[in-house]
């Protein structure tokens, strides 16, 4: 941790990654939206409920909702957005990806905190994402898969699964449920039935109209599908799930790692300069040849640190150190908007375990690429706390407007993350080595 934070700066840093987490508990569908009632804008229950005796009327206004949920008549209780578009309202609900990072930020709040509240908030997340679950043996390739958006899906993205299966086993961390480890544990062992050295690892299920499991070895970011077995494997101590983590690191450096330090998106023999990739929140920005490295990684340098603490070997401290020292060399750019706290986090984290300090880097670039996202004081409790900055559909969204006009779960998670780690109090919960 740089010597120039103070006490007081710590704190800060830990009150606003809260807020981040509040944004999450308050967005939380099935719980609050806002709407008029008797003059005044307040927090009401999201999903209509019949209260007997008076549903046909107002509410009772004693009956402590937050405990009794009533019978809900809405599918989608539980669910995070996506992201909120601040100018009228609108919202896209959360996908299982989304739904596991909000879970990262819950569970840390509620490790530091023990406030309840975010506790009970990833619980009912959790639930959602239950839902999400291909747990029918009917379809034995794809058990385990975690659905991308609604329970009547047909398409698994295991990538994407695997941060919701990372929310689950975190939250099992905390609370003990066993159900979250045995959905954990079968998303792991689907991704371990169809993991090979030569063929990669599963990249999407399709159920619908026939059951089919389709894998690749050709991105770099799809070997994060592993990241939840290194959790597992911390949980459980099951060598099994190691291989697939121990195969994924030394992909990276003997595949995807220039000698700078920088990751190539794709393996360097399929890149083809007269096609580069169009500007998104992973890569597209630069030059030439620049355009196809990786700026938002999702966490795959994670994979090398999990590596070293596991075998102990140089070769993952020292593709980690150098990406580390990568990174300290570009000078952030405004956009993509995720891009500075993903690398701020792997920064932290080469700094406290493998001693390479480039913190003041982040401290340098924090007020600017972070704290000025971050939504204080609008007084629209769908926004506050959150982190705005809209990359995937670059300018603006789907709703039009600008980038900045959405509150996003991606970003958010990402910028939490760096705060709890700034503050000394967090270290990025599924996104750590340690997790919660």
Known sequence: MPDRLTDKDKQGYLDRALRAADWFVRTQLGQWRRRAHLGDERLVWDDEYFAAPNFEGERDPSKDWSRDRGIAFNADRGRFLYYY?????????????????????????HKITGQAGYLQSAQFGGKYIEAL?????????????????TAQGIICGALDGAQAASGLLMLERLDGQANWLRLGRMFC???????????GLPSVARLHPEE??????????GLCTVIPLWHLYKRTGEEKYLAPVLWAADRIVDVYQRPDGALWTVPPDRIDPARPPEPNHHHGIGQGEERFLLRNDDCTMLLLLTAMEATGKPKYRDAAVAYARWIVTQ??????????????NHVLDVARQCGADHSEWVLDHLNDRVLALQVTGS???????????????????????????????RTTCYAA???????GRGGGSGFSVAGV
């Open 85 to 109: 578009y601040m100018p009228d309202g609108r919202y896209v609900p959360g996908l299982n990806w989304t739904m596991g990072r909000a879970l990262f930020v819950l569970t840390e709040a």
């Open 331 to 344: 000078t952030p750019t405004e956009r993509p908007y995720c891009v500075f706290p993903v690398q701020a």
């Open 212 to 221: 089919k499991v389709t894998r690749r070895d050709g991105s770099c970011i």
């Open 133 to 149: 679950c291909v747990t029918d043996p009917h379809y034995p390739a794809a058990l385990g898969a975690i659905r991308e958006l």
């Open 379 to 409: 007084g629209d409790e769908r926004a506050d706390g959150g982190f705005r900055g809209e990359d995937e559909q670059g300018e603006g969204g789907v709703f039009g407007g600008t980038s900045l006009d959405y509150v996003v779960t």
């Open 417 to 423: 993350g760096t705060l709890f780690r700034l503050s």
């Open 189 to 199: 062992d689907y991704v371990l039935r169809h993991w090979t050295a030569d063929g």
